[in-house]
């Protein structure tokens, strides 16, 4: 399979907890992220992040405010402020998501190990504190502010390379 380069690309450092985002070979911003407190993996129900080469897929969210929370990708009407102590305990997505499809047939595409049938996503959390450090699900997860900010940068399409 050929893939054409995109003007921009999202590269992500599970080792540093970085997101790099670049145009036209320049970096324009790194973030600070957190990928998941699981070993990186790309096998459905491991709960890890997926290596490898993606397409940015879908960008949903876009308008919510702040700490909105997503559930199956559509907007709760609810900041996580509003939830109760036990939701918040648990990692919610909030602000935007912006999901992503595997571009490697057999290691993040395809029966098993797709992402985008995982609903790996970058998206923003209830757990802002957590942030620079591995703790996600298997998603990266981003400040609610800064995955606007990246929310508003990309297009669907561009590339995203997890490492």
């Given at each position: ?81 509003e939830y109760s102590e036990e939701e918040q305990a648990r990692n919610l997505i909030t602000t935007r998501i912006i999901r992503l499809r595997g571009l490697e047939t057999g290691k ?56």
């Amino acid at each position: 399979m050929s893939i054409t380069p995109t003007h921009r690309q999202i590269i992500v450092s599970i080792e540093r907890q970085e997101l790099a985002l670049i145009s036209d070979g320049v970096i324009q911003r790194v973030f600070s992220i957190s990928t998941s407190k699981n070993p990186p993996s790309c096998l459905a129900d491991s709960y890890g992040t997926p290596l490898g080469l993606h397409a940015l897929a879908d960008k949903i969210g876009d308008g919510a405010p702040l700490g909105m929370v997503f559930k199956g990708r559509v907007p709760t009407g609810q900041k996580s402020s509003e939830y109760s102590e036990e939701e918040q305990a648990r990692n919610l997505i909030t602000t935007r998501i912006i999901r992503l499809r595997g571009l490697e047939t057999g290691k993040n595409s395809g029966q098993g190990c797709d992402s985008y049938d995982r609903y790996v996503y970058i998206h923003g959390t209830n757990h802002e504190d957590r942030i620079g450090e591995p703790f996600s699900g298997g998603c990266v997860e981003m400040l609610n502010a800064e995955v606007i900010e990246l929310f508003n940068a990309v297009h669907e399409g561009d590339l995203v390379w997890v490492r």
